[in-house]
Every structure is written in structure tokens, then in C-alpha cells.
């Protein structure tokens, strides 16, 4: 199995604001789907539509500040039953994104794609976060001619 891994570091932001970006629908909506619905709550399922279609994300683990875990349950073949984490830590006046999207069964051209859309999103996040401005599905970067 093999794992799509980033890091990303914010500026001047604290843990707990990532966590508000990455744990509220409002956080959620202002950087990766612009339509996005659900419960953030521990148990709940989160569903993120975009352009191209989307999926579903029941939240596994979500500690204030510290860490947020999903699990896919509807979606593309590739991303079923794999998760999706980010690791916070503050250091040096940047709070560390540790994002790993884990599980993928062999790094196919599909995963290469979403290895790049993850960080097109990351990077929004990082906006989101610094400027107060992101740039979620549909405002987001194409980067091919997959959608």
C-alpha cells in the first residue's frame, strides 16, 4: 500500500484555527467544497460535492486543535475504505499540516492526480487560514484534463 503525504506550514495561525477550518462545514466550505454538508461530529458523515462529482467521509477521530481523521464510505474504487488525516503541532510560529491520505493500493495514474489536487487544496487551506481568502471547488486551480 502506498500513502499521498504532505506538509504544509501556516503562519501566525494557531492549531485551534486550523482545526475550525478543517472541523466546521463553514472551514470546510471555504477552502476545499464550496458544497459541502453533513456532521463534523465524531460518527458523522461529511459530504463533499464538486464539479466532477464527490464523496462521503464519516469522521473517525477529531481532537481540537491536535488532529482530524475521515474514513471514506462513498466515492471513486481507490479512495473506499481509506483514510484521510491531518496532524496539527505548533512550532516556531507556524502551526505544521501533516496531511497523509493513506492506504491507496498501488500509485496509479489516479492517485497521482489527487496526490496534485491535494495540494492545490492544501495550499487554499494555507490561504484560507493567512489571507482569509481560499479557493475552494469550483474556485480551485485545474491542474489537467481530469476533472
Not at 18 to 42: I, K
Amino acid at each position: 500500500m502506498v500513502d499521498i503525504l504532505h506538509r504544509v506550514g501556516v503562519r501566525n495561525v494557531s492549531a485551534d484555527q486550523v482545526f475550525q477550518a478543517l472541523g466546521t462545514l463553514e472551514g470546510l466550505r471555504g477552502w476545499w467544497a464550496s458544497d459541502t454538508t453533513g456532521s463534523t461530529e465524531v460518527g458523522g458523515v461529511l459530504a463533499f460535492r464538486f464539479v466532477p462529482g464527490g464523496f462521503d467521509m464519516q469522521v473517525v477521530e477529531s481532537h481540537r486543535a491536535r488532529r482530524v481523521r475521515w474514513r471514506v464510505v462513498a466515492g471513486p474504487d481507490e479512495w473506499l475504505d481509506r483514510s484521510v488525516e491531518w496532524v496539527l503541532r505548533e512550532e516556531d510560529g507556524f502551526t505544521i499540516i501533516m496531511f497523509r491520505h493513506l492506504g491507496w493500493r498501488e500509485p496509479v495514474a489516479f492517485m497521482h492526480h489527487c496526490s496534485t489536487k491535494w495540494a492545490v487544496f492544501l495550499l487554499s487551506l494555507k490561504s484560507l487560514l493567512e489571507t482569509g481568502t481560499g479557493a475552494p471547488d469550483p474556485h480551485d486551480t485545474p491542474i489537467s484534463n481530469w476533472p
